[in-house]
């Protein structure tokens, strides 16, 4: 196969799916019809769905030879995206991931390739614009789209372009994939991350696209955020852990959480012990009211007692891994 990938040729998509039935066969079938060159090729890996996806991915591939139906035994992402590369990624430059709860705008693919073209980045990350339908995701998405919630991370904010330490990712040359092993299938969370420290470290870059981005969509109910600002946390201590680094800047604020509101037991015995938690609720509902009151958002209280619930949960995560408290993996 031609090594030069231009937007008009060809590039392996790999989708992990779990139980997505809801976004899995649209957004297949949006990619079926945009992409009309023979040489792409689109594999589900799906970990197991029960909820009817599968059916949905398999009338796909029978309706677009170029999507494939692919076995994830693993059930996690990192292991989905290993295994597509080792099965079908040699014959390619370029592997682009793709989210089955993604949303993407049209030539979203061929926009990544240009910007690698243009760059020659080994990875190519884009900003995520979250958004929600009911009325948990809507407040959720005002929460992880301000600084509230993702403490100025740059692939939370929509950029301009430009050289990165980490972000969503989106495009991969298959040949730096291959050369620091992929993802390390032992992480269920922050996998994206770890990767692109260890890219960094053998010498590649990553290039945040200003071209495009795409919409995410949170999670629907308080538990389910919950649990998963919980492995987030988890994650982000295993890769600390792993590659002996400080957490960023933005990530020493949430650190404190967990510990505060452990802290307010302490009240009994001395009143001040309070105050870390007061003040750390005061500031995230106070900005909650402020997103209501100033940016004229309805939603804006309830994503500051959503921010709560995120910063509580990632901080809980965190130093439950840090201590080697509770499992060490989980899929969800």
């Known amino acids: 196969m031609n090594k030069h990938v231009s937007p008009e040729d060809c590039c392996l998509i790999v989708i992990p799916c779990l139980n997505e039935r809801n976004y899995i066969g ?21 970990g197991g769905s029960k909820d009817g996806s599968q059916d949905i991915i398999k009338a796909a591939c029978a309706i677009d030879p170029r999507i494939i139906f692919l076995d994830n035994p693993k059930r996690l992402q990192s292991a989905a ?10 014959d390619f430059e370029y592997l682009v991931r793709m ?6 705008p049209k030539s979203y693919c061929q926009q990544l390739i240009a910007d690698a073209e243009m760059t020659a980045a080994a990875s190519v990350v884009v900003a995520l614009e979250t958004t929600g339908f009911n009325t948990i995701q809507k407040a959720a998405a005002i929460a992880q789209n301000s600084k509230i ?63 495009t981005s795409m919409v995410y969509h949170p999670r629907a109910s308080v538990g389910a955020l919950f649990c998963q600002y919980l492995n987030y946390g988890r994650g ?21 959480v967990a510990p505060a509101v452990a802290g307010t037991v302490l009240a009994l015995f001395y009143w001040a012990a309070i105050v870390p938690a007061f003040a750390w609720a005061f500031t995230c509902i106070g900005y909650g009211f402020y997103l209501r009151v100033r940016q004229q958002m309805p939603h804006g209280p309830l994503a500051g007692l959503l921010a709560m619930v995120m910063h509580v949960a990632w901080s809980t995560g965190f130093w439950l891994e840090m201590l080697s408290l509770g499992p060490r993996r989980s899929v969800s």
């Open 26 to 46: 649209a957004l297949l079938n949006a990619l079926s019809m945009e992409l009309q060159a023979p040489g792409w090729r689109i594999v589900v890996a799906d």
């Open 81 to 90: 995206i290993n295994l597509a590369v080792a099965r079908y990624g040699r």
């Open 236 to 256: 982000r201590a295993r890769n600390i852990r792993k590659h002996k680094t400080m957490p960023a800047l933005r990530q020493m604020l949430p650190l404190t």
């Open 99 to 104: 989210d089955a709860h993604g949303q993407y």
């Open 149 to 211: 919630g993702n403490g100025g991370s740059p692939h939370r904010n929509l950029s301009t372009g430009g050289y990165v330490d980490h972000g969503h990712h989106a495009l991969m040359r298959v040949s730096a994939f291959l050369a620091v092993g992929g993802y390390d299938e032992t992480f269920s969370h922050n996998e994206d991350a770890e990767l692109d420290f260890r890219l960094r470290k053998a010498g590649y870059r990553i290039w945040i696209s200003g071209r």
